[in-house]
């Protein structure tokens, strides 16, 4: 018996194998475009025939012998008949080509419209504010004006105030409204620190949250960590004359397009309008100098981060005269300074190269002796103030930052700051290997949208034991 060799068959141009498969191959199309034109008695007619000549591949395969013209006679002709039908029904293949092009197009308008949604519900649900960290606010607010062993604890501390302008400490700044993300900062720091007592914590809050925090880090302790907390609205200088953004919020258009309920009919995506980018806790990085007149050089970090190495080899980090030592952001081009300016601006094109890498802000050194010397505050404020109707850029302080910080950022070794865990798929040798992990995006590892395979990095320095958090339902 002659043996079937179906790679033989298939690329023999004589044979009814080949034919055979091939009618099969474009009838499927044609079933599709059937089914789409609602033609269902054609689209049956087609399956039938094609189940028909599948019947006949499949006999000879399993006999292992090849199809003779005679036995397929029949099937090939009333195949090719359908077919021909499709033809006179247009079913050709520009025609298909066509229908599928829209089908594909109806479906990305259909999948462009859900993640708007989930766009706009994702950004609803990273605004919100938790019940358990409302309800840790109103505790922590309650002890803190009803128990005065409190108030004493923070005043006794007061002889570690020197440290607060000791140039030879480990100074770190975090400007947060969340008491237990700038919590998880300040532990995972001290837990990983080689030298925890030589470390100061200068933490800034708003005066709705000033109670509170002071509340919160008299009477938790950090591996004799010092913490200085702090309002801005303390900061006489900081005022709508000096401050630009605190200007523009006096302006009504810019009131009208942050907080208005108008959404200029879809046109601009609802995270471009999110008022927290005018926040001053946002924007008091440009200012730090100031916030901290004596000192001479501070890690900022985001209160979105988690440390999980010693970061004292921050502080030996020669920026080769920079002001910003950052970890850079452009393997990827949508990193690259084109991604967040306007370059169809002749301010923005003549001033930058849209090919400059972008790096990231959360973790970032910063030399207050270069930032004043070459008063880099100044030229935040000048691209501040010609920012007023956003023409150069949209959203948020990375954009005006790397204006301000253009030719002054020093690379830092990128194991020192990984991005990318308030997303998914972020290298897990990257998050072995980080000093300082960053939970930047919507899904934060404190809400339940939170990414669930990161949030145990987060919440290792949660103590959910503690008193105030079982009461408020932390878990």
């Known amino acids: 018996m002659e043996g079937l060799n179906i790679t033989d068959e298939m690329l023999s141009p004589n044979s009814v194998t080949r034919q055979l498969s091939d009618q099969i191959s474009l009838a499927k199309a044609f079933v599709v475009i059937a089914k789409e034109s609602n033609n269902l008695q054609f689209a049956w007619e087609l399956s039938a025939q094609i189940r028909n000549s599948q019947a006949l591949l499949s006999n000879a395969a399993t006999r292992r012998t090849p199809l003779t013209v005679g036995e397929s006679e029949t ?37 462009g419209s859900v993640s708007e949604k989930s766009s706009k519900y994702g950004q609803i649900a990273a605004e919100e504010v938790p019940k358990s960290l409302y309800c840790l606010g109103v505790r922590l607010t309650t002890e803190w004006f009803g128990n005065p062993n409190l108030q004493r604890k923070l005043r006794e501390r007061k002889q570690v105030e020197a440290k607060l302008k000791d140039n030879s400490m480990y100074h770190f700044c975090v400007f947060s409204d969340n008491i237990l993300a700038s919590s998880v900062v300040v532990n995972s720091t001290a837990l990983n620190s080689k030298d925890p007592e030589n470390v100061v914590f200068h933490l ?36 709508a004359s000096y401050v630009p953004v605190l200007k523009q919020l006096q302006d009504s258009e810019t009131q009208s397009y942050y907080f208005s309920g108008h959404n200029d009919d879809g046109r601009t995506p609802i995270k471009f309008r999110n008022p927290k980018y005018l926040s001053m806790l946002n924007h008091l990085r440009f200012y730090i100098p100031e916030v901290f007149p004596a000192l001479k050089k501070v890690v900022f970090l985001d209160d979105d981060v988690v440390v999980q190495k010693d970061l004292s080899g921050l502080f030996s980090t020669d920026l080769n005269g920079n002001v910003n030592g950052a970890v850079e952001t452009c393997m990827e081009t949508f990193h690259r300074y084109h991604k967040y300016l306007n370059y169809s601006h002749p301010l923005i094109r003549a001033h930058f190269d849209p090919d400059a890498c972008g790096w990231a802000f959360g973790m970032n050194v910063f030399d207050l002796v270069e930032w004043r010397k070459r008063n880099v505050t100044g030229i935040y404020h000048y691209w501040q103030e010609r920012n007023v109707d956003r023409t150069l850029w949209k959203l948020g302080t990375l954009p005006p930052g ?25 290298d897990p040798q990257l998050i072995e290997k980080g000093a300082v992990l960053h939970f930047n995006g919507n899904s934060k590892p404190w809400l339940k949208i939170g990414i669930e395979k990161y949030k145990p990095l987060w919440e290792k320095y949660v ?13």
């Open 75 to 111: 099937a090939v002709r009333d195949m090719a008949l359908l077919l021909y039908q499709a033809q006179q029904l247009h079913y050709d293949s520009a025609t298909m080509i066509m229908r599928l092009k829209a089908k594909i197009q109806a479906l990305e308008e259909q999948m």
């Open 204 to 239: 800034v809050t708003d005066e709705i949250n000033y109670a509170p925090m002071k509340a919160w880090f008299a009477m938790n302790s950090f591996r004799g960590v010092t913490v200085e907390v702090q309002k801005f609205e303390d900061f006489k200088w900081l005022n």
């Open 463 to 475: 103590d959910y034991s503690h008193p105030l958090l079982q009461q408020c339902n932390f878990h």
């Open 402 to 426: 790397l204006l301000t910080f253009y030719g002054l950022t020093e690379a830092l070794d990128p194991s020192w700051h990984v991005l990318g865990l308030g997303y998914t798929n972020v």
